[in-house]
Every structure is written in C-alpha cells, then in structure tokens.
C-alpha cells in the first residue's frame, strides 16, 4: 500500500486495517474491480490518452474539431483541459516530457507516432500545451522543429494567472507575461 | 500597532512590550524615522509612484525607454516590475482600479493625468500590467478605450505562470493560456 502514491506508512496502515475488517465479499470486489480496470483501460490507438476502447471516446466523437491537435505531456492534462470546456480539438498524449536526465528521449515518448499522424492527417493547428518546465520546453522546442514542416505550431501562453495578483507573481512570470503581451482589442 | 496591515492582537502586544523596554532616545528615533517617512515621501509628479523627489528616479533616469509607459494598478507593481529587470520604459500608477461598488471610478484614480500625458508625450506603447480580477479587466478595457486614439495599447499576458502545472491550473486561467496561445518561433 505504501508504494501507491501520497500513501505514507500512517496511511498505508489505515488502509491494511480497513480492508482486513471487511467482509471477503466486498474485498474480492474490490481486488477484482482493480484487475479489471488494470486489464480493460490500455491507450487510445490514435492519441495514447486512457481508453477502455481501443480508440478513445474523444478520438471517435465526430462533433469535434479534426483540424487541431493538442500535444500534451500526460492524460491528467487532458483531463484538465477538458474541464475548461474551451477546447473543441482533438489531443495527442507524449507520456511524458523529453528528459535526458532521467533517461527519457524522444523514443520513449510517442513523438514518431504524433510525426507520423500530423503528416498524414495534415492538421490546421497543433497546439503544444506542455507545463513549462526546463524538460516541459525542451519538449515543446523539440517537437516544434519537428512539425513545422507540416503544419502550424503555436503554444499556449504563458503569464499571471487569473486571480493572481501581480505583486505576488515571481519574477520569471512577470518577465514571462511583459514579454507576451498583446495588443488589447 | 493593531491597525497595521499583518499585525493582529498578539503581535501588536509583542512590538509595544519590545518598543517599552528599548532606551528612550532609540524610541524617539524610530518616532521620528516614521514622521519624517510620511512628510518625505510623496508621489511623483510624472508617473505618481512613491518618491522623495518631486520627479521620481525612474521618470528622471535618461537611459530609460521615454517611448513606452507601463500602467499599474499601485506603486507594489512598480517594484515586482523592476525585480524582473526585463522592463526598460516609464511607468504610471493609477492609485487603484475602477470599483463601482467601493465608490472608486476614474477620478479617483490617475486616470486624467495618464490620458494628458499620453496625448502630451506620444510614446509608442502603453502596455497595462493590472492584476487579471473584475475591476482590474474593467480598469484596463476602460482606460484601453480612452488611449487608443493616441498610441498602440498593449496588455501583458495571461497563462501558466512558470513552473505551473497544467494539471494544477485552474479551469480560467488554462482556457486563458488556450486563447492567448502564440506562434512558435
């Protein structure tokens, strides 16, 4: 229990305990409900987000956008981006950002198969939304050089958060924010 | 000492036992300090940030861009600007946002000043820095509106602040990351 993540040893003891005062019912249920998920949710084929289907829901649904395709680092983003309720496209998840450190290049990642799916489909826009990490914009560099060819590649801005107050942004934001300012309409 | 911002009851009784039990003439000079802080300090006839001079340091340094004008809500946001040291041009305090409903509007404010001097001065761009709340988007669409016919209007930008995560990022400040996204280079 201990290995699952945010589950310290307090926590992991919690968890042992409830589940050993359980009926055995209720405990196979819940083994049982664990295997299925592990074995029934695989990646999309198309964009590599979640998927108990072989092509994902947002993949299969016709009302969305074909033309744009956004690149993300992980399926939690996904996940948020689909909560703004903004974003009518369709998505392409990477599995990760470009880290050498850790040993990630751009094999262990999905980049061939976004590669190959923007030569092909030929989309209007690719939008990279990766958080801006040092690994997160040599991710968005990387791929951006990639695609070019192909299509349009913009990303998505960075600068204070609605909410924020300026004097308490860092100072990398606000440089961040000067530099991308925008003519007001 | 309550009545000072941050200060509640128990810190205000730390400072007035800690000022007691300090010598007389030590007492005398921070009585002192604090009146002639209030009596030196005034705001710059130019640009209306806090100054000691008639005409601040910033609107006097003639290595300074004369050609762009930042408008901030309050003198903090001039100093969270500096910090960065990526901006280079004057500014100008307004002393506030416009809040109807605590009885500020634009007289209260800078506002008549700012549109003199942009009509006088002719910069180039004025680029408003107000922190993205209600009364901060109404202030700057407000004065936008009244410097158009004079200069560019710039804003600077909303999004991810860096080392955000995507996954983290509110729904507002995400889909304002989506719709402020740039071309890359």
């Known amino acids: 229990m201990q290995r699952l993540p945010g589950v310290g040893p307090k926590s992991a003891q919690r968890l042992a305990l409830h589940i050993l005062k359980r009926p055995e ?6 083994a049982q409900a664990i295997i299925d998920a592990k074995k029934q949710v695989g990646l999309c ?10 092509v994902c829901d947002i993949c299969r649904n016709i009302n969305r956008d074909n033309t744009t395709i956004c690149v993300v680092a992980d399926s939690r983003d996904v996940i948020a981006l ?3 309720r903004e974003y009518k496209g369709k998505y392409h998840v990477l599995g990760g950002v470009i880290s050498p450190m850790d040993g990630i290049g ?3 990642l999905t980049v061939q198969a976004l590669v190959r799916r923007v030569s092909q489909q030929q989309p209007k826009e690719v939008i990279m939304a990766i958080s801006p990490s040092v690994e997160g914009e ?3 560099l990387y791929i951006g050089q990639l695609l070019k060819p ?5 990303r998505i801005a960075f600068g204070l958060p609605v909410g924020g107050d300026l ?5 990398v934001t606000l440089a961040r924010a000067l530099e991308g300012r925008r003519e007001l309409d």
């Open 45 to 54: 084929q198309v964009c590599y987000h979640l998927s108990s289907e072989p």
């Open 150 to 154: 192909f299509t349009k590649v913009t």
């Open 82 to 84: 689909e909560k703004t």
């Open 106 to 108: 751009p094999e262990q």
């Open 25 to 30: 019912a209720e405990v196979e249920a819940l």
């Open 138 to 140: 040599t991710t968005t």
């Open 167 to 171: 004097e308490y942004a860092d100072e």
